[in-house]
């Protein structure tokens, strides 16, 4: 594999991207304080970090807004109360789901809007109304991203066709996404070396988005990142679904960009991430979602083994294999 | 790099090293109970583990008997109380200190003892005393190992030095030892590389021992392993000093040699490791121990900092970097 960074030099077309709100809000339904996401949002200044994702654009049509917090939903006006105007060199960024999100309603003009990027998430299936989706969001002015889920599971053709088609279309980043965890380096780097052609080819730019099943979400984000993928997903303190993301304090102590800093990342550890926990919230990795990630599924039957407090493992295991 | 292995087919000289209770006894200071040992023992039977490691054979004029548990000395009674005649697949390791181990007195010969390996621990600056060790081992039948810790903090040419002189030994195996928990993947790549040359010119294995402060040892570990490194240390849990080691459930879900066992390492896990979590062990991922390794420190001071209880880390950082 060509080597386009090393150790004591930097690229400058490294963007981290925090999605604590975003994947964290996965784990408590999207019910953040203001407080939490306003401390958010100053560290990710003082950090350096590039882009902060606040959460889903979500059809209000679909879910109920008095089940989830409204980082579900990401009204403008929510945004606005947290970064005014966002006079900062930090971008705002909201996920969209393809067939959960009315984008023609929900996604207003850029110039209207506080927010930067807007990134279709999508499974393989769902490729033209991603792009649709996608596509929309570009003419609307904004910078945009597609998140293609799962390909762990995924035939490598059936992900060229798709890569064709991204190619093709308005996206400025492709993201290569290990939702299940379940990517081993070599494996990882294979898929980094197929996105990457094609963004050469479409000149397009590729992303990284991990899970910590097996302990692997920054060894895998900063191993692809060598090979030249530039957008870098990570979470304070691995916040996220399940085993969580790439942790941010790792990124941040790896990045050598002095515009990176690692003591913000740590203070709002101590202080914000550290009364999650005490408060109860559970995420990290653990044994059932290492078995999931193992095993290439879903974590969500580890997640509801967890929330019910169990913890006969070997049993666990065992009803894991069965289901393959 | 070249590649040794892949995700498919398995390399029969991989041999997995369980260090569970002797890293693990830098935690416990070696206070085991038996019946742990026991289950552990049995664990490695049943999960195809190709050694276990007991702890270190120190000198007792050295280390007060009883300030630490039995595995700080490895009496070759206390081994055999656990493993009879060990009439399994599964070898006995023990690890010896230089200067710190009255090797003369206390390493009987192979025909003796129950013991099939010894590894040697030096620092660069003792390799002279560790081959005079090592070799005195290997005349006396054992398998030998030597590995060389905080390499991290070595130059480039004083380990080829090294290299060099233990490659003229009489060990069998050499160990690549991330101390720190530093290493980045291409750092610890550089350094297999180093070491396979001299393992090939000279017809030696090499191993590797990982720490996790950043969340690396297993991914350094199966990086190096598909170079070609073939020695995989690893514990239960992570269970070892400070952010602790590869994890032993990890590389038992990665390796595709059948006669690797997942499930018995999940049941140790689920019936003894919880137990020792319960009785409020700590170690693992934290941190203080990520900001040591970030910055090729000792552990000590994390170590001290977490047993003190505190949580200032942004304090702790700022004290780390005046330390450098």
Redesign the interface.
């Known amino acids: 594999m060509s080597?386009k960074g090393?150790?004591i030099s930097f690229r400058p077309d490294i963007k981290v991207v925090d999605c604590t709100v975003r994947d964290g809000g996965l784990v408590n339904n999207f019910y953040f304080e203001d407080e939490f996401v306003k401390h958010l949002y100053h560290t990710n200044i003082d950090a350096g970090v590039d882009y902060m994702e606040f959460g889903y654009k979500s059809s209000k049509d679909i879910f109920d807004i008095n089940k989830f917090g409204k980082w579900k939903f990401c009204d403008e006006s929510s945004i606005r109360e947290i970064v005014g105007v966002n006079d900062t060199d930090l971008k705002i960024s909201v996920m969209a789901d393809v067939g959960r999100t009315d984008f023609k309603k929900d996604i207003i003009k850029k110039e209207d809007s506080v927010i930067d990027l807007i990134r279709v998430a999508t499974y393989i299936n769902t490729i033209p109304a991603a792009i649709e989706m996608v596509n929309y969001c570009s003419q609307m002015g904004y910078e945009t991203c597609v998140n293609v889920m799962a390909i762990s599971t995924s035939s490598e053709s059936d992900i060229n066709i798709a890569l064709e088609l991204l190619g093709q279309s308005k996206t400025d980043v492709i993201y290569l996404v290990d939702s299940y965890g379940s990517l081993?380096?070599?494996?990882i780097e294979k898929f980094a070396d197929q996105y990457l052609k094609v963004a050469e080819k479409y000149n397009k730019k590729i992303g990284i988005h991990a899970h910590?099943n097996?302990?692997?979400?920054?060894?895998?984000t900063?191993?692809v990142a060598?090979m030249g993928v530039s957008y870098l997903d990570a979470t304070m303190?691995s916040l996220g679904r399940g085993a969580g993301n790439c942790?941010m304090?790792?990124i941040m102590?790896?990045l050598k960009n002095p515009k990176y800093k690692?003591?913000a990342v740590?203070?709002f550890?101590?202080n914000d991430i550290?009364k999650l926990k005490e408060e109860g919230l559970v995420w990290g990795?653990d044994?059932p979602y290492?078995?999931t990630g193992?095993l290439n599924q879903h974590p969500r039957s580890a997640i509801q083994f967890i929330s019910d407090k169990k913890?006969?493992?070997?049993n666990f295991?065992?009803a894991l294999l069965d289901l393959e």
């Open positions: 080597n090393d150790q081993y380096p070599e494996q910590n097996q302990q692997l979400a920054f060894a895998n900063i191993e060598r303190s942790p304090e790792l102590g790896f690692l003591q740590i203070e550890i101590e550290m990795y044994i290492m078995l193992c913890v006969d493992y070997g295991y065992q």
